[in-house]
C-alpha cells in the first residue's frame, strides 16, 4: 500500500520518485472524543490528543475513528490489567475423575486473553498513527510547516 504524500516528505522520500499530486488532504484539526467511550477511554483519548496536536498536521480530522479506537482499545486493556493485578492471572479449578480421584488444575482467567489482544490492537493502532518508537523513527519533522503545506511543489 503506497504511503500518503506527507509521510513520505516528512521521511524525506528516499526513492527520489515523484510524488503524486493531487492527493487528498485532510483538515488538521483538534476532534473530539466520540462519545462511545468510557471514563478510561475518554480520559486516554484527551491525553492522546495533547500529544499529538503539538505537532502541526501530524492529527487530522481523517484521524478520528482511528485515535478513537485506540482510545476504545486502551480502555479494555486498562480494565483487564486492573483485574489481573488484583486477582492475579490464574485460578485452581478442581474436577473429580472417572475414578473418583479429584485433582486440581490452574487456568488462566479470561482478562489474560482480552489485555493480550486489547494490546495487540494498541500496537497496530500507535503504528498507524505514528506514536509506536519505529514509526517515529520514520519521521523526519524538521521540515517547516510552509514547505509541508505546499505539496504540489515537490
Not at 503506497?2 to 513520505?8: F, R, V
Not at 515523484?18 to 478510561?40: M, Q, S
Not at 477511554?41 to 492522546?48: D, N, P, T, V
Not at 497496530?124 to 511543489?153: F, N, T, V, Y
Request: charged letters at 25%; glycine letters at 6%; proline letters at 8%.
Amino acid at each position: 500500500m503506497p504511503k500518503p504524500t506527507a509521510l513520505q516528505i516528512y521521511e524525506g522520500n528516499p526513492s527520489h520518485r515523484p510524488l503524486p499530486k493531487g492527493e487528498p488532504r485532510p483538515r488538521a484539526i483538534i476532534p473530539i472524543a466520540p462519545d462511545h467511550l468510557d471514563e478510561l477511554g475518554s480520559a486516554f483519548y484527551e491525553r492522546l490528543i495533547q500529544v499529538m496536536t503539538p505537532v502541526t498536521g501530524w492529527l487530522t480530522e481523517a484521524d478520528f475513528v482511528t485515535a478513537g479506537e485506540l482510545a476504545n482499545w486502551m480502555s479494555i486493556y486498562r480494565k483487564a490489567d486492573a483485574m489481573l493485578k488484583q486477582h492475579g492471572s490464574t485460578y485452581i479449578t478442581a474436577f473429580t475423575d472417572s475414578s473418583g480421584q479429584e485433582h486440581k488444575q490452574f487456568k488462566a482467567f479470561p482478562e489474560v486473553k482480552i489485555r493480550k489482544d486489547a494490546w495487540v490492537e494498541c500496537v497496530k493502532l500507535l503504528d498507524r498513527l505514528g506514536l509506536s518508537p519505529a514509526a517515529r523513527s520514520r519521521l523526519i519533522l524538521s521540515k517547516s510547516q510552509d514547505e509541508d503545506d505546499d505539496l504540489d511543489s515537490t
